[in-house]
């Protein structure tokens, strides 16, 4: 980095001679060009007089002298009269040497009487004093002689002046006058010197006076600079070992805090304990609201954390929607019951994310050491073993961690792994139950029911991993894929002759808020080569209550496509019943619940009736699911339900048999059914 006071020093030394030799040099100008017109104006004063007084009387002599030979010219009486005076004129005045020409530049006179003779015709000096001007020069000569001694190193001022007889009669002659001003440029250099010296001086002054301020700017500007440095290396510091969105220690200093109070632990025999947070459902959060309400939430958890802690606490931000308090000093591990009870508080005032309040749940997952947690280094994963048993046993608690938990949790961290790869390893397959008429005893459409097929559990049924699904956000991913699959499969039972067949297929609440819905819904159409009318997609009563205009347009955009749209589990939603008028919905499914109820409860008979009736009144179908009797078959078509649903029919069955189901009469295998039995056959 320049400095200041380096780069302040150079430049002013130097504008300080720069100053120095400009002012110098005009001082010398202005004062010998002073001098030059002083001492010009003096010698053509001279001359006058000396016109006046001499000229007339050798005007004549002069005129004529080229007449007489050179070599007598200086012997004549003239010149030694004109000698004789001049010497007297000039005797007060500092004129060293007088020549006079005439007007052919020949020296008829010199007080140096052996320039006499010579001819000056071609010297400018002359020539421009002929023609009526006077001329001056300033010479130096190493050797001078004003007569016949010599002098040495002065400098002289001639002037050729021209001589008249009257102040504007014709130039008839010229006098050149030497004056010696050695003595005068002598002044003149030394009032320079002076004049020098003193300014240089004061600019001396000036300089040191600012200098001193530039050094005192330099210092204080290193100073701020290295503070500025620090500030900076702190910032680096702090963002190597923190959380930008919550402020909060990251991973890195997480793992620095935790050995320094474990090393604290050990050498005081003290108890410590970490805290694994989680946020429930916080990717749903995420994917639904979006990332800045979900940074929003992040930075309010983080807050509340914060709250609910002691001061001798630390909070990390390691992860996502992970979190993990230090607690040092546990006086016993009732202690960190009593935070995480404190935390669980914290966190049950909604939080306030914009456009909506929300209750954000943590589950935590508590491990202490000394305690089932022997080593140190493990505190941290069993801590997390421990939050996801809470997560297990319901969310929106914390729980200790022990060994049984440790295994059961391995166990379902394994399956959930298993989950995330059974895309990828094709693992998922369909099963499709039929919805038989009744009245014909013909299929008019089918379910499909996603199953997974296990490596090691064989067919695991939907119960057991939409939710892990759902808060995974996978079910985004593999709906697409139920949607694919099925029209794929509906097609081709179209293509086998089974051409009025419509698929239905379920569709979870996530689906509708990844807003990719209806484009996969498109696509999956056109790949299939399906109609729109043969697809039905089944919602339950929860994506209706959603948030009613995000669902409503994605319905009324399939709806208009010619999709079928179906509601599932009906009756069982407790949301109000107007948005059937509102929604575009063809088909009410009553939910299976109150058909097994029928015969066994009047009230389950009654909500029954009156779905069908509402359904009639409002012109939908309405399908009737979870047949397993041919009472609850014949109550059902008593009150006009004549499309049904249940293992009275047929169980779900896999792709390979389910042309078959197709091809039967319904009705007649209805009648040698044996519902459960069969239903175990069909899916194992
Ligand atoms: N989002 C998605 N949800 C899906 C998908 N596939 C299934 N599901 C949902 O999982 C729930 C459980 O489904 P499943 O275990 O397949 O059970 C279905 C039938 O087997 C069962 N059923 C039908 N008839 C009978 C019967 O007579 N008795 C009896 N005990 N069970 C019967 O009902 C389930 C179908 O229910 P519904 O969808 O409400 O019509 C279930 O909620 C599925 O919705 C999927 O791809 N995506």
Redesign the pocket.
């Known amino acids: 980095m320049v400095r200041l006071s380096r780069a302040y020093s150079f430049a002013s030394f130097v504008g300080i001679a720069i100053v120095a030799i400009a002012l110098s040099w005009f001082y010398r100008n202005l004062a010998v060009e002073a001098l030059v017109q002083y001492q010009t104006l003096s010698n053509v004063e001279l001359t006058r007089t000396v016109a006046n007084t001499l000229w007339p009387r050798y005007a004549d002599f002069i005129a004529n002298a080229g007449r007489i030979p050179v070599e007598h010219l200086a012997t004549q009486p003239e010149i030694a009269r004109l000698a004789s005076e001049l010497e007297q004129k000039l005797y007060e005045v500092n004129v060293t040497k007088v020549k006079i020409y005439n007007m052919y530049g020949l020296t008829v006179f010199s007080t140096d009487a052996r320039q006499i003779g010579e001819n000056k015709q071609d010297n400018p000096g002359f020539r421009k004093a002929r023609n009526g001007e006077t001329a001056s020069d300033l010479v130096f000569r190493d050797h001078y002689s004003p007569s016949e001694d010599e002098v040495e190193r002065r400098n002289l001022l001639s002037s050729y002046v021209p001589i008249r007889p009257t102040d504007d009669g014709p130039v008839e002659g010229v006098f050149e006058v030497y004056v010696d001003v050695t003595a005068l440029l002598d002044d003149i250099a030394r009032t320079e010197r002076t004049v020098l010296a003193g300014v240089v001086g004061v600019l001396l002054v000036l300089y040191l006076f600012l200098y001193a301020i530039v050094r005192r700017a330099d210092r204080l500007l290193e100073q701020h600079e290295d503070e500025e440095r620090k500030a900076q290396q702190e910032r680096i510091r702090h963002l190597a070992y923190h959380d930008a969105l919550t402020g909060l220690p990251n991973r890195a200093l997480f793992k620095d805090r935790l050995q320094h109070a474990v090393d604290l632990a050990q050498r005081e025999g003290a108890m410590i304990g970490v805290m694994f947070i989680d946020l429930d459902r916080f990717k749903v959060i995420n994917d639904s609201l979006g990332h800045e309400r979900g940074d929003r939430v992040l930075v309010e958890a983080a807050a509340r954390i914060r709250g609910a802690m002691r001061t001798s606490d630390t909070a990390c931000r390691i992860g996502g929607d992970e979190f993990v308090v230090i607690l040092e000093r546990l006086a016993s591990a009732d202690e960190a019951a009593r935070v995480a009870g404190r935390l669980l508080e914290e966190f049950a005032r909604p939080m306030d994310v914009g456009a909506r309040e929300l209750v954000v749940s943590p589950s935590i997952g508590i491990a202490v050491y000394p305690g089932p947690t022997r080593e140190v280094d493990r505190l941290l994963k069993d801590a997390d073993a421990a939050m996801h048993g809470a997560k297990e046993m319901g969310r929106n608690r914390y729980l200790f961690y022990t060994e049984e938990l440790n295994a059961r949790v391995q166990e379902t961290l394994e399956y959930e792994l298993g989950l995330r790869q059974a895309l990828a390893r094709d693992e998922f397959t369909l099963h499709y139950?039929p919805r038989v008429d009744v009245q014909s005893g013909r299929v008019v459409s089918v379910?499909?029911?996603?199953r997974w097929r296990h490596p090691a559990r064989g067919i695991v049924?939907?119960?057991h991993f939409?939710r892990l699904l759902e808060d995974t956000g996978m079910?985004t991913p593999v709906?697409e894929w139920?949607v694919r699959q099925a029209c794929r499969q509906c097609r081709e039972w179209h293509l086998a002759g089974h051409d009025g067949v419509r698929v239905a297929?379920?569709?979870?609440l996530l689906q509708f808020r990844s807003n990719s819905l209806v484009y996969a819904v498109r696509r999956a159409l056109t790949e299939a080569g399906l109609a729109p009318q043969f697809l039905e997609l089944?919602l339950t009563e929860t994506v209706l209550a959603d948030d009613m205009g995000q669902v409503l347009a994605q319905l009324r955009e399939l709806r208009g496509a010619g999709v079928q749209i179906s509601i599932?589990?009906f009756g069982t939603g407790y949301s109000a019943l107007s948005y059937l008028t509102q929604f575009p919905v063809d088909y009410l499914?009553i939910d299976?619940s109150f058909i097994q109820g029928v015969g066994l409860r009047e009230d389950h008979a009654a909500i029954t009736r009156a779905i069908a009736a509402m359904a009639r009144s409002l012109h939908l179908g309405v399908i009737g699911?979870?047949?397993?009797t041919s009472e609850q078959m014949r109550f059902l078509q008593g009150i006009g339900c004549n499309v049904m649903?249940?293992?009275l029919f047929s169980?779900?069955v896999a792709a390979e048999h389910s042309a078959d189901m197709l091809a039967i009469d319904m009705l007649a295998a209805a009648d040698t059914r044996t519902?459960r039995g069969r239903r175990r056959r069909a899916e194992a």
């Open positions: 139950q379910e499909a029911l996603l049924l939907p119960d939409i079910i709906g139920v297929v379920n569709i979870s089944e599932d589990d499914k299976r699911e979870g047949v397993e649903q249940g293992d169980p779900p519902p």
